[in-house]
């Protein structure tokens, strides 16, 4: 019960909850209204038939006989009327209307122990007590504790009768009557109880429902929003980029970025941040820009100087939250097949030429935020591609992807999967499969798989050669 009244005190719901309970409540309180006036209308009329008759028989003289306890149905009347009318209408805050509810309660309860002063009528006292606290908690969604704000003053009136006109000789009765009379408020303050215990556990499934509703809506159009970060895949007669993107949850902290220069070189950057999630993907979403910025200051950067810029934006603004990231760029000029690659503490990247050995290019700097700009080095590696030949692109995801006996894919599997022979209709697909095949229940990781491949028929001019191309720059 604890976890389901705190939702009470939660900001997100107090509102919604304080609101709905004031409207249960101003219902309620018409219902018992209603219950309370249709009682004592019918006690009345019980009584009053009986009264006429006699008059019609003996004359007026009988109404001199009647007996004062029949004025309370009728003064009772006037009273409910005067708090339908008078009161009733200008109810509107919750509190208001438990005040409103007691202090009808009482002026109903003092009529009834008016009537105990008469002989034979003194054992009702309280059990007219006992049947207010009960209809009323069988009608009024409130607290125990508010349902007992009315009975103390009637207790209290009822107790003083007791004392006054009725056993004050008897002190052994009047401290048995002291210590029983308030059980008998307990079956009015269990229906309390069970009654706001239900409503709160109702409530509360019903807010959270609503509210998962509105996240997953969010969550949803923040996905778009993420995933319109992503670039679209790009096939040109030269060269095609492709790439895969399967998040964790609904939004992930892995990101690539492909653009081409105005010389029509290809940079592709690809990130993986630390974490999961929203504020991964938050993450995700102050890098894109970043990495926006810098290739539209100098369209002409260089993989490893735009992994130097990177590295100074997250030492600066990332690394005082504790988040970090690794990343690879290459730059891919498709008129002579000069590949241009940095890695920043990322796995290796695979090198599939059309005919040979596949090679893996290691990490050449480390995570990106972890040193200050002026102490950060990223070496450049070069390469040059023939047509035909493959670059696959991926982060952590792939390789940590686990089975059922919890071993990961590993970056041997995939190196070795590099080697397959013939080559896939599409290495993209092919690699998200064996991950795919390779994993046992929900993943653990996002996933990012870009792969960039020059085709057969691309690079008519002259080339340089070889072993000329194969140097590593600082």
Known sequence: MANDSAIETTEEFRGEYELALENWLHRRFAGLWGTLFAIELALTALWSFPLISR????????????SPVRLVPPLSLLVLAFFRFRVMPRLQE????????????????????????????????ILG?????????????????????PMVPLMVAWLGLRIFFGES???TGLLLALSLAPLGLLPGLGVCAFR????????????????????????????RIHESLFPSPIKEPDFTFDFRFRPMRDLGGDFIHASRNPSGRLRVVLVDV??????????????????????????????????VALNRYA?????????????????????DGTLRIANAGHPPAFLRPREGMVESIESSGIILGALESDEYECEETRRTLDP?????????????????????????????????????????DHITSLADAHRFGPPEDDLLIATIALHPEAIQSERPSTSDSDDREA
């Open 169 to 171: 000789g008897n002190p």
């Open 315 to 335: 030492n600066l603004v990332l690394s005082q939250h504790s988040i970090f990231a690794t990343a690879i760029a290459a730059e891919l000029d498709p008129s």
């Open 55 to 66: 008059i019609n028989e003996q004359g007026f003289e009988a109404a001199a006989a009647i």
């Open 196 to 223: 706001m215990w239900t409503w709160n556990r109702r409530f509360r499934t019903a807010a959270l429902a609503r509210g998962f509703g509105v996240l997953r809506r969010e969550v949803k159009q923040a996905r």
């Open 129 to 149: 007590i006992y049947f207010l606290h009960l209809v009323s908690s069988l009608f009024l969604p409130w607290r125990p504790l508010d349902s007992l704000r």
């Open 388 to 428: 035909g030949d493959l670059l696959l692109l991926y982060t952590d995801g792939l390789i940590e992807t686990r089975d059922r006996s919890g071993s990961q894919l590993g970056i041997n599997r995939v190196f070795e999967a590099m080697k397959r022979i013939p080559a896939p209709p599409s290495w993209t």
């Open 274 to 307: 630390t974490g999961h999630g929203l504020t991964a993907a938050m993450t995700v979403t102050r890098l894109s820009g970043e990495i926006e910025r810098v290739v539209a200051e100098d369209p002409d950067l260089g993989p490893a100087a735009i992994l």
């Open 94 to 125: 919750r509190e208001a209307i438990i005040r409103a509810a007691t202090r009808m309660i009482i002026c109903l309860g003092f009529l009834d122990l008016i009537a105990t002063l008469l002989p034979d009528v003194a054992a009702t006292g």
